[in-house]
C-alpha cells in the first residue's frame, strides 16, 4: 500500500497524550512526520505520512481521541482569482508541487506533491496560495 | 510602401487594419518573410505585467463643509502624501501603515501597502479616509473621517514615474544565506535565478530605439486606455554588447504613463508584497507599435532568443552597487526553466506574469480591431539609446 498524508490537528486537552506512540504500537503503523508543530497545552498539527494494514483503524482510533484528520490535499489551496500567473512561486516550491506549464508559462498546483511546508504561501507576492483548515 | 499613422488609423476606423501580437508577428516573419510580413501588418501589440512600484494615484477628495486643508492623510490607514493643494492627495504603491512593522519581524510580511489601496480603490471597495488639517480662516476645519468609493471623488488620475522596465536583471544571490528581495526570495549558493519581463512580449524590448513610443503615445493602461507622459525616470537605454561587440538586446528604457483611474480594473492593477522587502502595485501595460516601415517590424519581431538579460547577484554585488554582472541569459533560456551560472545549472522562476502580457497583447489587439482604440502619434519620441548609460551617483 502506498503511503497516504494526512493532515492531524490535536485540541489543546489531548496535546499531552501519547497518541503518536499508540499509534505505532498498537496499528503497527509505518509513519514518517512530515511537519509537526506541537505544544502542551495548545492546538497542534502534524503532517504525516502513514502506511500499514491496520491504516483505517490507525485513523479510526486517532478520530475517536479527538483528533480531526484530514487528506493532505486539503490543506494548501490555490485561490485561482487571486493568483496572476507570475510564477514567483515556482523555483521557491521544494517538491515542484508549483510549477510552470510550458509554453503556456501558466503555473500548476499539483497538490498530491505539496508537502505543506508553506513556503509558497510567503513566496507569493498576491497571497493567492491560502492553508485552509 | 511606409505607413503613416492617419494611414493606419483610417484603416482602423474602416475595420480593415491587420493587428498581430508580438508574439504571433514572430511566427508571421518566420512564416512569410520580414518584407512580406511589414506590409500586411499595421499593428503590433505588446504587453506586460509584474511589479512597478514606481506608481501611484493622485486624488482629489471634492470639499466638505465646512473645508478642511488636508495636512496629513491616511487612505485605510496607509499613509498619502499631502504637501499639494488643499483636498489633493497622492497614495504611492510602496507606503505602508505607520505601525506596520517593516522589517523589525524579519522578513517583514508587507500584507498591506498603498499598491493594495489603489486595488481596492478600482475595485469599487469603500476607502476609510482620515485627514487632519491645522485649521486657516478659509479652511477652519481640523479633522474629517469618513468613507468614499472610487466613484464619489471628483478625480483618480494613476500617475506612474517609472513604468514598463524595457528590460531587467536575473537575480541570483552567491551569499550562503536566504536573502528576501524586490525580485523575490533568492536561495543561497545559486539555489535560485528569478527575472521579470515578458521577453519577446514586452513593449520597450520591442521598439527599442524608441522610433514609435513617445509623448502622447496611447496605450493600455491597468485595463483602461492611458498615455505616455514622459520618458520613466532612469530612463537609460543602450544596446546590451557582448566583449566581441555581438548585441544582445536593448535594457535601461522606461516610461511614465498617466491615466484615468476610474476605467481601470483591479485585474489589471493588483497590490502586491514582497516578503522582507516591501509593498508595491503590479501594473498591467500594452503599448501598440504601428508598423511604419520594415525596420520597425524587424525590431518588432524579436524573438526570446535575441533577447538578453544580465545575471546580477543581490547577495553582494547589487547592494553595494558594484559593477559588472555574471554574464547574460536569453529569455528563451530563461523560460525554459534552467540556466547555467558559474558552471552551476540553476533553476529560473518568472515575476512578471507571461499570461497576463499575453491577455493584454490580446485585448488591446481585440480593441484596435473594433475601432475601439486608435493609434496616437507621439508629440516627440523618447530618448533614444546611448552608447554608455551614465546614471547619477549620490555621494
Redesign the interface.
Given at each position: 500500500m502506498a503511503p497516504k498524508k494526512v493532515v492531524l490537528r490535536f485540541s489543546a486537552d489531548i496535546a499531552d497524550k501519547p497518541i503518536i506512540y499508540r499509534l505505532v504500537k498498537d496499528y503497527d503503523l509505518v509513519i514518517n512526520i512530515l511537519k509537526a508543530n506541537v505544544n502542551p497545552q495548545k492546538e497542534g498539527t502534524m503532517v504525516l505520512e502513514v502506511r500499514g494494514d491496520l491504516y483505517a483503524a490507525g485513523l479510526d482510533y486517532l478520530r475517536h481521541q479527538g483528533v480531526l484528520v484530514q487528506d493532505l490535499t486539503q490543506e494548501i489551496a490555490r485561490n485561482e482569482d487571486l493568483c496572476?500567473?507570475?510564477?514567483?512561486?515556482?523555483?521557491?516550491c521544494p517538491t515542484g508541487a508549483l510549477y510552470?506549464e510550458?509554453?503556456?508559462?501558466?503555473v500548476q498546483f499539483d497538490s498530491d506533491a505539496c508537502v505543506v511546508c508553506y513556503?509558497c504561501l510567503?513566496?507569493c507576492?498576491?497571497?493567492a496560495m491560502e492553508a485552509r483548515f | 510602401m511606409d505607413k503613416t499613422y492617419a494611414e493606419i488609423n483610417a484603416k482602423i476606423k474602416e475595420g480593415k487594419a491587420v493587428v498581430v501580437t508580438a508574439a504571433e508577428l514572430i511566427d508571421l516573419v518566420a512564416e512569410k518573410g520580414l518584407a512580406q510580413a511589414a506590409r500586411e501588418v499595421d499593428v503590433v501589440t505588446t504587453g506586460t505585467?509584474?511589479?512597478m512600484c514606481s506608481s501611484g494615484v493622485f486624488l482629489n477628495f471634492g470639499h466638505s463643509a465646512p473645508r478642511i486643508k488636508m495636512h496629513r492623510v491616511w487612505l485605510n490607514n496607509v499613509p498619502a502624501y499631502s504637501g499639494i493643494a488643499a483636498v489633493d492627495a497622492y497614495i504611492g504603491a510602496t507606503e505602508v501603515p505607520e505601525d506596520d512593522p517593516l522589517n523589525s519581524n524579519y522578513?517583514g510580511e508587507f500584507?498591506y501597502g498603498g499598491g493594495h489601496v489603489i486595488q481596492d480603490l478600482v475595485a469599487r471597495k469603500p476607502i476609510h479616509l482620515k485627514a487632519t488639517g491645522y485649521g486657516t480662516d478659509c479652511y477652519p476645519r481640523r479633522e474629517i473621517e469618513t468613507t468614499f468609493t472610487l466613484d464619489d471623488i471628483n478625480e483618480a488620475v494613476l500617475f506612474n514615474p517609472r513604468n514598463a522596465y524595457q528590460n531587467y536583471n536575473c537575480a541570483v544571490n552567491l551569499s550562503n544565506r536566504i536573502i528576501y528581495t524586490y525580485m523575490?526570495?533568492l536561495?543561497p549558493g545559486l539555489?535560485?535565478?528569478?527575472y521579470s519581463t515578458s521577453g519577446q512580449l514586452s513593449p520597450l524590448l520591442k521598439d527599442p530605439y524608441f522610433k514609435t513610443i513617445g509623448l502622447g503615445t496611447r496605450i493600455f493602461l491597468g485595463g483602461g486606455i492611458g498615455y505616455v507622459a514622459w520618458h520613466g525616470t532612469q530612463h537609460f537605454p543602450f544596446i546590451q554588447r557582448e566583449a566581441n561587440g555581438n548585441e544582445l538586446g536593448p535594457n535601461g528604457g522606461t516610461l511614465m504613463v498617466i491615466g484615468d483611474l476610474k476605467q481601470m480594473s483591479p485585474r489589471w492593477l493588483?497590490?502586491?508584497?514582497?516578503?522582507g522587502y516591501g509593498a508595491t502595485l503590479?501594473v498591467g501595460i500594452g503599448v501598440p507599435i504601428p508598423i511604419l516601415n520594415e525596420e520597425i517590424a524587424r525590431l518588432a519581431a524579436a524573438k526570446d532568443e535575441e533577447l538578453y538579460a544580465p545575471v546580477v547577484d543581490y547577495g553582494e554585488a547589487y547592494p553595494n552597487r558594484l559593477p559588472g554582472n555574471l554574464g547574460y541569459v536569453s529569455y528563451a533560456q530563461l523560460?525554459?526553466?534552467k540556466i547555467t551560472v558559474n558552471g552551476k545549472e540553476v533553476?529560473?522562476?518568472?515575476?512578471?506574469?507571461?499570461?497576463?502580457a499575453l491577455e493584454i497583447a490580446s485585448l488591446l489587439k481585440e480593441w484596435i480591431q473594433k475601432g475601439r482604440f486608435l493609434l496616437a502619434e507621439p508629440v516627440q519620441l523618447l530618448p533614444p539609446p546611448t552608447g554608455q548609460p551614465e546614471p547619477a551617483k549620490l555621494k
Amino acid at each position: 500500500m502506498a503511503p497516504k498524508k494526512v493532515v492531524l490537528r490535536f485540541s489543546a486537552d489531548i496535546a499531552d497524550k501519547p497518541i503518536i506512540y499508540r499509534l505505532v504500537k498498537d496499528y503497527d503503523l509505518v509513519i514518517n512526520i512530515l511537519k509537526a508543530n506541537v505544544n502542551p497545552q495548545k492546538e497542534g498539527t502534524m503532517v504525516l505520512e502513514v502506511r500499514g494494514d491496520l491504516y483505517a483503524a490507525g485513523l479510526d482510533y486517532l478520530r475517536h481521541q479527538g483528533v480531526l484528520v484530514q487528506d493532505l490535499t486539503q490543506e494548501i489551496a490555490r485561490n485561482e482569482d487571486l493568483c496572476t500567473d507570475c510564477g514567483a512561486c515556482t523555483a521557491i516550491c521544494p517538491t515542484g508541487a508549483l510549477y510552470l506549464e510550458r509554453p503556456s508559462m501558466e503555473v500548476q498546483f499539483d497538490s498530491d506533491a505539496c508537502v505543506v511546508c508553506y513556503l509558497c504561501l510567503k513566496a507569493c507576492p498576491v497571497r493567492a496560495m491560502e492553508a485552509r483548515f | 510602401m511606409d505607413k503613416t499613422y492617419a494611414e493606419i488609423n483610417a484603416k482602423i476606423k474602416e475595420g480593415k487594419a491587420v493587428v498581430v501580437t508580438a508574439a504571433e508577428l514572430i511566427d508571421l516573419v518566420a512564416e512569410k518573410g520580414l518584407a512580406q510580413a511589414a506590409r500586411e501588418v499595421d499593428v503590433v501589440t505588446t504587453g506586460t505585467f509584474g511589479p512597478m512600484c514606481s506608481s501611484g494615484v493622485f486624488l482629489n477628495f471634492g470639499h466638505s463643509a465646512p473645508r478642511i486643508k488636508m495636512h496629513r492623510v491616511w487612505l485605510n490607514n496607509v499613509p498619502a502624501y499631502s504637501g499639494i493643494a488643499a483636498v489633493d492627495a497622492y497614495i504611492g504603491a510602496t507606503e505602508v501603515p505607520e505601525d506596520d512593522p517593516l522589517n523589525s519581524n524579519y522578513p517583514g510580511e508587507f500584507r498591506y501597502g498603498g499598491g493594495h489601496v489603489i486595488q481596492d480603490l478600482v475595485a469599487r471597495k469603500p476607502i476609510h479616509l482620515k485627514a487632519t488639517g491645522y485649521g486657516t480662516d478659509c479652511y477652519p476645519r481640523r479633522e474629517i473621517e469618513t468613507t468614499f468609493t472610487l466613484d464619489d471623488i471628483n478625480e483618480a488620475v494613476l500617475f506612474n514615474p517609472r513604468n514598463a522596465y524595457q528590460n531587467y536583471n536575473c537575480a541570483v544571490n552567491l551569499s550562503n544565506r536566504i536573502i528576501y528581495t524586490y525580485m523575490g526570495i533568492l536561495k543561497p549558493g545559486l539555489g535560485n535565478a528569478h527575472y521579470s519581463t515578458s521577453g519577446q512580449l514586452s513593449p520597450l524590448l520591442k521598439d527599442p530605439y524608441f522610433k514609435t513610443i513617445g509623448l502622447g503615445t496611447r496605450i493600455f493602461l491597468g485595463g483602461g486606455i492611458g498615455y505616455v507622459a514622459w520618458h520613466g525616470t532612469q530612463h537609460f537605454p543602450f544596446i546590451q554588447r557582448e566583449a566581441n561587440g555581438n548585441e544582445l538586446g536593448p535594457n535601461g528604457g522606461t516610461l511614465m504613463v498617466i491615466g484615468d483611474l476610474k476605467q481601470m480594473s483591479p485585474r489589471w492593477l493588483v497590490g502586491t508584497s514582497y516578503l522582507g522587502y516591501g509593498a508595491t502595485l503590479s501594473v498591467g501595460i500594452g503599448v501598440p507599435i504601428p508598423i511604419l516601415n520594415e525596420e520597425i517590424a524587424r525590431l518588432a519581431a524579436a524573438k526570446d532568443e535575441e533577447l538578453y538579460a544580465p545575471v546580477v547577484d543581490y547577495g553582494e554585488a547589487y547592494p553595494n552597487r558594484l559593477p559588472g554582472n555574471l554574464g547574460y541569459v536569453s529569455y528563451a533560456q530563461l523560460k525554459s526553466g534552467k540556466i547555467t551560472v558559474n558552471g552551476k545549472e540553476v533553476p529560473t522562476a518568472p515575476l512578471s506574469s507571461y499570461p497576463r502580457a499575453l491577455e493584454i497583447a490580446s485585448l488591446l489587439k481585440e480593441w484596435i480591431q473594433k475601432g475601439r482604440f486608435l493609434l496616437a502619434e507621439p508629440v516627440q519620441l523618447l530618448p533614444p539609446p546611448t552608447g554608455q548609460p551614465e546614471p547619477a551617483k549620490l555621494k
